[in-house]
Each structure stands twice: as C-alpha cells, then as structure tokens.
C-alpha cells in the first residue's frame, strides 16, 4: 500500500507515539471506540483487544479492502465495523469515544463534526483523542494572550477541556509530513456559565477575530457602537484597548452578555 497525497494520507510508525495516544485514551473494556483514518490499521491493532468495539471510517477504497483481509478472524469482525466513506459526509455511529490520527487537510471540519458549534454542541463524547498538526495542537490548547491563542481555541474551548499529550515528530509517520504534529486530548463538556445566546457569541468571536491585530473596539464596529463597547469594557474590568487574542473564553461570554 502507498499513502495516497490527496487523501493526506501519513501513517503513524512510533510505537512511542501509539503508546501515548492509548494511555491518554484511558480505554475501558466497556468503549466504543470511533477511529477515523485507520489507514494500515497500526492504530487499530492497538485498540481492539482493549475496547467492547470499534468502527473504523475510511475513505480509501483500497486501505478498506486491505483492512477487510488483515482483520478477517471471527474475533476481531466481532469487535470492527469498518465503513467507507467520507467522515464529514456520513451520521457519526454510536461510540463514546474518538481515537484517531486524522487528515490534517480537513481538522477544523472534524472537529466541527465531533463537537459541534457553539450555538449546536455534539454532546455524544465523553473523550477525543486526536493525533493532528503541532499548529493545530499548539491553538487548541493555547490560553488567552499567547501567539497562538484564537477563534478555533475559543470556540474548541467553549465546547471542551483541551489538554496537550506529547509532541510527535515528523520522521514518526511514512511518508514524513512537512511538519510535526501533537497529540491532544479533548473532554466535551459544558461550560460552567454558558452563553445565553450562543449564536451571538459566535458573531461576537468571528468578528473580533476578523482582524486579530486590531483592538477589540474597532472589530466590532458592526455591531456596536465604538463608546458604547468601551463602557461595557470598563465595566467589566478589561482594558479598552484589549485585543480579541487577549480575551479568555469566560470573559468571551461575559461580553457577549453585557453587549445583549
């Protein structure tokens, strides 16, 4: 089998790694385990005798007929459900949790698809286990004023505990990816004062994530007016000049109520 440039297809071959995905998985015998991308299926070998089942959704055709004939003992066809097809385009199944190294080219999509939005949250997951790109990784997990803190990190944050696992080099994958990649761990849940207009939240963050150099103010000039905003601001205790990337997901929805 050769991994396949339009699929993003980068097989994972650390052992080191696919120890720390399983640990940070915290499998029970009890899981149902959803794996996206099983590709060679060196995941999936892993995964199986320590889980009550598994579906295994994969896009190439190829890669599925090879899983077919590499998991054809009765035992293991009791445990593994493997589909083909398109993740984004298919009902998620029922499973509890998501162990996965998935396509870097369509992340900001899965994680939609697994978490949903702001104004409609997917609560079906007690844990996501992602194997994705550092950048990706470093944003999910990044807190309010560093470099790579942003929309996604609020919106991902509002819907989930992100917690950072390890860092996986490129030379850990066949073919090497042209750049490193990190294991993260997400835990759905609500957040402790949630927004009472979800939707308006989510305006309020695109917007002043629009242009992210620009202070707040001026970014949301669409929707309010420029004195009006700077009160509220001061009202709530942040400074006037702030910009979107120095605002923590709490003070995300603190705002978004006063301004309704």
């Known amino acids: 089998m050769h ?29 149902r385990i959803l794996e996206i991308g099983p590709g060679t299926g060196i995941l999936t070998v892993k995964l199986l005798p320590l889980v009550r089942s598994l579906v295994a959704v994969e896009i190439d055709r190829d890669l599925c007929q090879n899983l077919r004939h590499r998991f054809a003992e009765p ?8 589909i083909e097809g398109d993740i984004l385009s298919l009902p998620l199944p029922d499973c509890n949790k998501v162990v996965a190294n998935i396509p870097y080219n369509i992340t900001s999509p899965i994680l939609e698809k697994l978490l949903g939005s702001i104004s409609q ?3 079906q997951f007690e844990q996501i286990v992602l194997l994705v ?24 944050q509002y819907l989930a505990e992100c917690h950072f696992i390890c860092d ?3 030379k850990a994958f066949t073919p090497p990816p042209k750049v490193d990649s990190a294991v993260v761990c997400l835990l759905p849940r609500s957040p402790v004062k949630p ?17 992210k150099r620009k202070m ?13 905003l700077v009160n509220i601001l001061e009202a709530i205790q ?23």
């Open 3 to 31: 991994p396949r440039k339009q699929f993003g297809q980068h097989w994972l071959k650390s052992d080191k790694a696919l120890a720390k995905i399983l640990q940070a998985a915290n499998l029970q015998l009890t899981d």
């Open 75 to 82: 035992i293991l066809e009791q445990k593994l459900e493997l």
């Open 121 to 123: 949250p997917v609560a």
């Open 133 to 156: 790109q550092k950048e990706i990784g470093d944003r999910l997990v990044a807190k309010a004023g560093h470099k790579a803190y942003g929309a996604m990190s609020v919106r991902v």
């Open 168 to 170: 996986v080099p490129a």
């Open 195 to 211: 927004a009472s207009d979800p939707k308006f939240l989510e305006t309020i963050i695109k917007l002043g994530f629009a242009t």
């Open 216 to 228: 707040l103010r001026n970014n949301l000039g669409a929707i309010i007016d420029r004195d009006r």
């Open 238 to 260: 942040i400074n006037p000049q702030v910009r979107a990337e120095d605002l923590s997901v709490e003070q995300w929805i603190q705002l978004s109520e006063y301004i309704k």
